[in-house]
C-alpha cells in the first residue's frame, strides 16, 4: 500500500490589493515570505527539503527559474532542486498535487509547494512579430495580465465574457450575483474582524517599519445599492461587474508536503491528510464548469461522495460562475443546492479577498486546512482559464 501523504505546514501572506501594500514585493519576494514561514512552522530542517515546486503564471519579468529563486533566496540548500509550473488559476494546487503524486510514487519524501503571483509586478511585452519583422515607426505593447492571465486564448476573450455566458445559459440574474457578492465580502469582513485566519497569515514587516498582516481588498463597508450601481464589463447589456467579479491581487501561500514515513521519520506533526485530488476539462467559453469534472475525480478517488463533504473552498473568479458550479454539483449529485450554498467558502471567497492567481489554489487549500473540523473531510477547487479544473480532497488531523 502507498503511503499516505500529509499536509505538514500551510502559511500564506496577506492579499494585496492591485497595486496596494504588496506592489513593492516581487513575486519571488512573497514566495520566499511564505518559504520561511511554512519552514518555521513546521519546525524541520531546511535540508530534509527534497524539491521545491512554484505555481506561477506572470513570469515574463521575474527572472529566471522563479522557483530557484526562492528556494536559494530562502536558505535552502544549493542540491534542493526547483521547478516552476504555470496551470494558469490553477497554478498553486497543481503544485500541491504534483508534490502529492511525487510522494506516492516515491519519488521524494518531502516537498514545498507553493504559490506566488504579484500581479502589480507584471510587465509589459512586445508582440513576438517585433523580434524578426519590425524595422520601422512605432511599436505597441500588450499588458501580460490581460494576454496571460484574463483573456481565453483559443476565442479570444476575456475572462469576463465566459461568466457572461455561464449567468446566460443558467438564467442567472444580476441581483443574484451581486446577492452573491455582497454575501462573500460579509463573510469575508466578520472573518477577518473575529481573526479567523491569524493562524494562517504571515504578517509582513514593510520598508517604512509598518506591519501589513490584513487582505486588504476586503470591502467590509460594501452594500447592495453600490453594487447595483457598477456597470457590466464584458458585454453590452451584461450582469457581470467588477463588484460581482474576483480581484486583481498580490499574494502567496505555501504548504509543505510529506509523506508517512517521512512524518514519522522526523517527527513531524500533521494538519491534514491529503487522500485524493482531480483535474478535469470542458469547453473553453464556460471555463467555469472546470471544477465539475474535477470534484468527481477527486471524490472518485478519495473514495468519498459530495455529502461527505463538511466544507468547501471554491475559488470565486465570478459570481455567476460559482453559482453555476453549484447548481452542477447539486444536479449532479443529487444533493440539495441550499446544502452546497451552506458549506461554501465560509470565511469568504476570492469576490472579496482577492484572486493573486496562481496563489488561489494554495490558498484556499492553506485556508482549508486551518479552519476545517478535526477529523472532517474538506474540498476545494478551482476553474481555470481555457477550461480546466482541479480539485483536491482533505481530511483534517486531530
Not at 455582497?182 to 485566519?197: D, E, G, M, P, V
Not at 509582513?204 to 498582516?213: A, C, T
Not at 460581482?244 to 512524518?263: F, K, R, T
Not at 472518485?300 to 471554491?314: M, P, V
Request: with cysteine; aromatic share 4%.
Amino acid at each position: 500500500m502507498r503511503e499516505a501523504v500529509y499536509i505538514i505546514a500551510a502559511q500564506r501572506t496577506p492579499i494585496g490589493s492591485f497595486l496596494g501594500t504588496l506592489t513593492h514585493h516581487t513575486a519571488c519576494d512573497l514566495g520566499e515570505i511564505v518559504t520561511q514561514a511554512a519552514l518555521k512552522a513546521a519546525q524541520i530542517d531546511p535540508e530534509l527539503i527534497d524539491s521545491v515546486i512554484v505555481g506561477n503564471v506572470l513570469s515574463a519579468t521575474a527572472g529566471m527559474g522563479i522557483a530557484r529563486q526562492i528556494a536559494l533566496n530562502s536558505g535552502l540548500p544549493e542540491a534542493t532542486t526547483a521547478h516552476t509550473l504555470n496551470m494558469i488559476c490553477g497554478s498553486g494546487m497543481k503544485a500541491v498535487t504534483d508534490a502529492y503524486a511525487a510522494i506516492k510514487a516515491g519519488d521524494a519524501d518531502i516537498i514545498l509547494a507553493i504559490g506566488t503571483e504579484s500581479m502589480s509586478n507584471a510587465g509589459f511585452i512586445l508582440d513576438s512579430s517585433s523580434r524578426h519583422r519590425h524595422k520601422i515607426g512605432e511599436l505597441g505593447l500588450k499588458d501580460e495580465i490581460q494576454l496571460n492571465g484574463l483573456t481565453d486564448a483559443f476565442h479570444h476573450i476575456p475572462m469576463g465574457k465566459t461568466a457572461e455566458n455561464l449567468a446566460e445559459k443558467y438564467n442567472i440574474s444580476r441581483e443574484e450575483q451581486d446577492d452573491y457578492a455582497l454575501s462573500s465580502q460579509k463573510k469575508a469582513a466578520l472573518a477577518q474582524q473575529s481573526n479567523c485566519f491569524q493562524a494562517e497569515i504571515i504578517p509582513i514587516q514593510l520598508e517604512n517599519g509598518n506591519i501589513f498582516q490584513q487582505d486588504e481588498h476586503i470591502r467590509a463597508n460594501i452594500d447592495r445599492t453600490a453594487l447595483a450601481r457598477l456597470h457590466p464589463l464584458f458585454k453590452k447589456d451584461g450582469t457581470v461587474t467588477a463588484g460581482n467579479s474576483s480581484g486583481i491581487n498580490d499574494g502567496a501561500a505555501a504548504l509543505l508536503i510529506a509523506g508517512e514515513n517521512a512524518v514519522k521519520r522526523h517527527h513531524l506533526t500533521p494538519l491534514a491528510e491529503i487522500i485524493g485530488y482531480g483535474q478535469g476539462g470542458v469547453a473553453p467559453e464556460e471555463m467555469g464548469l472546470g471544477v465539475i469534472p474535477a470534484i468527481a475525480q477527486a471524490l472518485e478517488r478519495a473514495e468519498t461522495t459530495l455529502n461527505q463533504i463538511t466544507q468547501f473552498e471554491l475559488n470565486e473568479a465570478f459570481a455567476a460562475q460559482i453559482i453555476a458550479a453549484q447548481y452542477e454539483l447539486s444536479e449532479q449529485h443529487e444533493i440539495d443546492l441550499e446544502e452546497i450554498t451552506a458549506k461554501t467558502n465560509l470565511y469568504g471567497g476570492a469576490i472579496a479577498l482577492g484572486h493573486p492567481l496562481a496563489c488561489s489554489g494554495t490558498r484556499i487549500l492553506t485556508t482549508l486546512t486551518h479552519t476545517l473540523p478535526s477529523n472532517h473531510i474538506g474540498l476545494a477547487s478551482l476553474c481555470i482559464g481555457g477550461g480546466m479544473g482541479i480539485a483536491t480532497v482533505i481530511r483534517k488531523i486531530t
